[in-house]
């Protein structure tokens, strides 16, 4: 395992810079679609935090996207946004996992009310005209091997972190 793990290492850091930021870039479009994926293909509804950890998702993303095709950008600019994108993600998912175990109240975005879909279309049409509120942010609902979410984010957006490390001391040694 470790020498697989040095032999990609060997790769990425044959990488020019802007294709490394393409990897942080496609790194955050997976967690984006893997979100989507989670509430689309097994019902984990994102509450108010949960949209605010895809926030640095997408920003993680867009900067990341951004440093890549301007090359007019320096390259520890374009990898302090990513980590300021995957530190705002790694801050938001310890906050969530607080207020997931009570330990701090939920903000005043995070609702009780749950969604009913009925099965009446004269029901269904009416529900619609009415306000559908995301699942409040301190209840657990979808776990991953006992994980919540907002624990996974917190243990993906430290190893970006680690991985703007890692670039950041190769950088700086060439």
């Known amino acids: 395992m470790r020498k697989l793990v040095n032999e ?3 790769i990425y ?3 020019p810079a802007a294709k490394q930021f393409l990897l942080f ?3 955050g479009a997976l967690l984006i679609i893997s979100a989507f994926i989670l509430e689309y293909g097994f019902d984990a509804r994102p509450c108010h935090l949960c949209w605010m950890q895809r926030y640095g998702h997408w920003a993680l993303t867009a900067v990341a996207i951004i440093a890549a095709v301007i090359p007019q950008i320096p390259r520890f600019v374009g990898l302090g946004g990513v980590a300021l994108a995957a530190i705002y993600g790694f801050g938001m998912g310890i906050y969530q996992v607080l207020v997931q175990y009570k330990i701090i109240a939920a903000p005043t975005g995070c609702s009780n009310t749950k969604i009913v879909i009925p099965d009446n279309v004269n ?3 009416t529900s619609l005209q ?3 509120l995301p699942p409040p942010c301190d209840r657990i609902d979808f776990t991953i091997f006992g994980l919540t979410l907002a624990a996974w984010n917190i243990i993906v957006m430290a190893f970006v972190l680690g991985a703007v490390y890692y670039t950041y001391r190769q950088w700086k040694h060439q």
Do not use: G, H, R, Y
Request: glycine share 0%; hydrophobic share 60%; aromatic share 20%.
């Open 8 to 10: 990609w290492l060997s």
């Open 13 to 15: 850091n044959k990488l």
């Open 25 to 27: 870039a496609v790194f």
């Open 123 to 125: 029901d269904f049409i």
């Open 130 to 132: 009415k306000p559908i």
